[in-house]
T-cell receptor
Framework: NAGVTQTPKFQVLKTGQSMTLQCAQD?????MYWYRQDPGMGLRLIYY???????DKGEVPNGYNVSRLNKREFSLRLESAAPSQTSVYFC????????????FGEGSWLTVV | AQKITQTQPGMFVQEKEAVTLDCTYD???????LFWYKQPSSGEMIFLIY????DEQNATEGRYSLNFQKARKSANLVISASQLGDSAMYFC????????????WGAGTKLIIKP
């Protein structure tokens, strides 16, 4: 009963370092999403992938890249981390035309110092 | 302009009382959906309830109900008989037509249930 799995759960980076957040879902979902959540704010969409092989920018894509490696996996990369990217990152997935539920991972806490 | 507004940053409620969490939204679309999610301190986001703009009845899921007032553009979450485990952040979100499921989120309300 894994659902959406994100790794790592916690990470501390130095400014300028790069890292990749991994996300995998085992529900055969078409669409996958990366959000960031900052204190006192709702989730903001970084990138999404409507289906395997496609990716699109969301509300706050600057400083990030994504890869939809296959139907299961959707990774988020920070090429040169900045303190402004300190946030909690959520991956989510959804099966199109199957209802309105979007499933979230447990979140990845990223601190850039 | 804010598309989703949750005016209550935090609330304290006595256990077993009912609680209403406010959410107002702004859209010019005729077709849209409204969601409520719960985020416990552990961080995961848990889907609670959904209301479609064309649904005539208010949505209900167990102890959760959505008080949908379309003309006022409000979609308040009502939790009946609150429990200590209801303490969490609650987020209201909206999906507009043809948005490819890009949910627009409110800032959340922190609910604390007192024993």
């Amino acid at each position: 009963n894994a659902g959406v799995t994100q790794t790592p759960k916690f990470q501390v980076l130095k400014t300028g370092q790069s890292m990749t957040l991994q996300c995998a879902q085992d529900m055969n979902h078409n669409s996958m999403y990366w959000y960031r959540q900052d204190p006192g704010m709702g989730l903001r969409l970084i990138y999404y992938s409507a289906s395997e092989g496609t990716t699109d920018k969301g509300e706050v894509p600057n400083g990030y890249n994504v890869s939809r490696l296959n139907k299961r996996e959707f990774s988020l990369r920070l090429e040169s981390a900045a303190p402004s990217q300190t946030s909690v990152y959520f991956c989510a997935s959804r099966l199109i035309f199957s209802g309105n539920t979007i499933y979230f991972g447990e979140g990845s806490w990223l601190t850039v110092v | 302009a804010q598309k989703i507004t949750q005016t209550q940053p935090g609330m304290f409620v006595q256990e077993k009382e009912a609680v209403t969490l406010d959410c107002t939204y702004d859209t010019s679309d005729q077709s849209y959906g409204l969601f409520w999610y719960k985020q416990p301190s552990s961080g995961e986001m848990i889907f609670l309830i959904y209301q479609g703009s064309y649904d005539e009845q208010n949505a209900t899921e167990g102890r959760y109900s959505l008080n949908f007032q379309k003309a006022r553009k409000s979609a308040n979450l009502v939790i009946s008989a609150s429990q200590l485990g209801d303490s969490a952040m609650y987020f209201c979100a909206m999906r507009e037509m043809d948005s490819n499921y890009q949910l627009i989120w409110g800032a959340g309300t922190k609910l604390i249930i007192k024993p």
